[in-house]
């Protein structure tokens, strides 16, 4: 079973609006973590309010070294990206389902807001030819929540769309999904959940396999406290043990949407 470790905080780097960039050291156990696990986060600050660990997609891994994604939505994410160099943190991972191994035909990878953490690792760990068989499709609500966009340009054809239109295409990331859809082996997407459950219809209807990893808020990320639950065709999932990448087709859409 995995078990939690000390982890120090290296960085917290403010990226743009409410996005922050949280650079662990000594964080060997997720050197070969796979695209879609996460960890459990819990500073050793924190005593009463907040007291649970939570929940991160891994973004990057180099070396001993782990980024995070964070976007404050709450006191235990205010409080993270306010601790300081040096600090230490309790860490659970790598914990979860990954994205399948790259397929051999072209991938649709389809990213919103902090939804690219997945997406990235997914691209930084596949070969040259997977990435030359990829595109991202990339949606924010304007151009200032966009990140990482010039890296990720050099790594992978990318498609931009801004709700507000802003940068890149104006519209939803699936208003670009569709023209993608002829001919692609599979699609992997992280992001909020009715996009993705909009990808899942789509995907499903050109009969494309798709994967998609999702959010919930959980407490024990091991599957015991039955706190992230979503509905399933076949009954309750665990995101944190049957999840967080799960067959599209496996998630029950509507009961998640209502």
């Known amino acids: 079973m995995v078990e939690f470790f000390d982890a120090t905080v290296e960085t917290v780097e403010h990226v743009t609006g409410d996005l922050y960039l949280l650079r662990l050291r000594d964080c060997e156990a997720l050197a070969s973590s796979q695209p879609g696990q996460f960890a459990m986060l819990r500073p050793r600050s924190w005593q009463v309010d907040p007291v ?20 404050t939505v709450g006191r235990g994410t205010d409080s993270l990206v306010r601790c300081n160099a040096g600090e230490r943190i309790d860490v659970l991972g790598p914990v979860g389902t990954a994205f399948p191994s790259p397929s051999h035909g072209p991938t649709v990878l389809v990213a919103g807001g902090v939804g690219l953490a997945p997406i990235g690792l997914w691209i930084d760990r596949a070969d040259d030819g997977m990435r030359a068989d990829a595109t991202l499709i990339y949606g924010a609500r304007t151009a200032d929540d966009l990140v990482f966009l010039d890296e990720l340009s050099q790594r992978v054809a990318v498609v931009v769309t801004t709700e507000d239109g802003s940068f890149g295409r104006k519209g939803l990331v699936t208003d670009e999904m569709v023209s993608l859809l002829d001919g692609c082996a599979e699609v992997l997407t992280c992001g909020p959940t009715r996009m993705m459950a909009h990808v899942a219809r789509l995907a499903g209807e050109a009969r494309v396999s798709c994967h998609v990893s999702l959010e919930a808020r ?14 399933g065709v076949a009954g309750p999932l665990l995101v944190c043990r049957d999840g967080p990448v799960l067959p599209a087709g496996h998630v ?3 009961q998640v949407l209502v």
């Open 52 to 71: 649970l660990a939570r929940p991160f997609s891994i973004f990057r891994t180099s070396g001993d070294r782990v980024d995070f994604l964070i976007r």
């Open 218 to 231: 959980m407490a024990c990320g091991r599957g015991i406290c039955l706190g992230c639950a979503v509905p």
């Open 252 to 254: 029950d859409w509507e």
